[in-house]
């Protein structure tokens, strides 16, 4: 993110800040149209910092809403440009509520857009109502009210070849991300949908060192959740735009995120499968024996789960299914309950 801040406007919001301590609270075509001739700057890499920590504090106010901005008219409003995050993917954030000034291109036609967004909370700081002037063109964004999110929101821009898109991810308590989907059209941002996905976030290898994960194509992206079916794990998944602008999955297969902190063990003998890899649709029947120790690895969500054994070569896949809401059970052994068959499984949320 490139940021661009006058000294005046250094001033101005030190002033702010000063007199919030003091009184104690705490389209797709229609973006040709007026398009700047600023060309946008390269594109991000990995090792550049592509998105915020999603875990900061939200601002809590007291008292009625106070929106740290500018004046509207004020010509000095502090102005910041956002890189795009590839040829098919434009970005922006909206850090607080207020209003603000950025630049970026949207549709990734390698023209800036002029963006002044105003973004409305409640006394909790979540979000009530957000607008977006983009080359002097207003549009209202629906159901920002409808998520019981807080205000720091992060906006892709997917341009598919046919279509425009807009992915609007905010978080609500808890740490549970919402993806609100849009189409922009010539006069509006018309709402699709929503899921319980991050399609910006960071993950960590084994060594410990992050990585920050990003749409840059909106055919093959991935995308962070979490399944309650062997124990409660987050997991990543190659998704892509969907027919109707809704993320969809490409193949179904969903990778556990662990740490290898927890010791997950067998209480019982096991009746699996062993698979060559995750594609893999049959294997040789075996049998995880009591006592081992296990790693889930994936899962399609619906009806299995892929483990590696210590010790053990390929991956032991069991057949499980829904018995009730987060409640699972072994396919292979009459539908007992996985918390009967291994100690050890972490639930959370």
């Given at each position: 993110?490139?940021v ?11 002033m ?22 600023d ?17 900061g ?63 409305k ?6 979000a009530?109502k ?37 992915y ?5 308590d808890n740490?549970?991300t ?14 699709v949908?929503?899921?319980g996905l ?14 920050e994960?990003?749409?840059?194509d909106p ?9 309650s ?6 997991y990543?998944?190659?998704?892509r ?7 969809e ?8 995120t662990?740490?290898?902190s ?26 995880i ?5 296990v ?9 299995f ?8 070569d ?10 009730d ?8 052994l009459?539908?007992?309950s ?12």
């Amino acid at each position: 993110m490139k940021v661009k801040i006058k000294s005046k406007t250094l001033a101005i919001v030190a002033m702010t800040i000063m007199c919030i301590n003091l009184i104690g609270c705490e389209r797709y075509n229609s973006f040709y149209d007026n398009a700047s001739n600023d060309k946008t700057s390269e594109s991000v890499t990995a090792s550049e910092e592509a998105s915020e920590d999603n875990t900061g504090d939200p601002i809590k106010i007291t008292k009625d809403p106070i929106l740290y901005t500018l004046e509207e008219s004020d010509p000095d409003m502090e102005e910041i440009e956002f890189e795009a995050k590839s040829d098919k993917v434009g970005y922006f954030m909206i850090p607080d509520p207020g209003k603000g000034k950025v630049k970026a291109d949207l549709d990734c036609d390698g023209n800036t857009e002029a963006i002044e967004y105003d973004l409305k909370a409640d006394n909790n700081n979540y979000a009530e109502k957000l607008t977006l002037t983009i080359n002097g063109k207003e549009y209202d964004v629906p159901e920002i009210g409808s998520y019981s999110a807080y205000c720091r929101m992060e906006l892709f821009w997917l341009n598919t070849g046919e279509s425009l898109y807009m992915y609007l991810q905010c978080m609500t308590d808890n740490d549970w991300t919402i993806l609100g989907v849009y189409k922009v059209e010539d006069n509006t941002i018309r709402y699709v949908g929503e899921e319980g996905l991050d399609v910006s976030f960071t993950i960590q290898d084994d060594n410990g060192s992050n990585t920050e994960i990003y749409i840059t194509d909106p055919e093959d992206f991935l995308v962070k959740g979490y399944v309650s079916m062997f124990g409660t794990w987050n997991y990543t998944e190659r998704y892509r735009v969907g027919q109707d602008g809704m993320p969809e999955s490409i193949n179904g297969y969903r990778y556990l995120t662990s740490n290898n902190s927890y010791e997950i063990t067998a209480k019982k003998d096991i009746p699996c499968v062993v698979c060559q890899d995750e594609a893999a649709t049959s294997g040789e029947n075996s049998t995880i024996p009591s006592g081992m120790k296990v790693t889930p690895i994936g899962c399609d969500g619906k009806t299995f789960v892929d483990l590696k054994l210590d010790g053990k070569d390929g991956i032991y896949r069991i057949n499980v299914h829904e018995k009730d809401e987060y409640q699972w059970g072994l396919t292979d052994l009459g539908g007992k309950s996985v918390e009967d068959c291994f100690d050890g499984l972490p639930f959370w949320g």
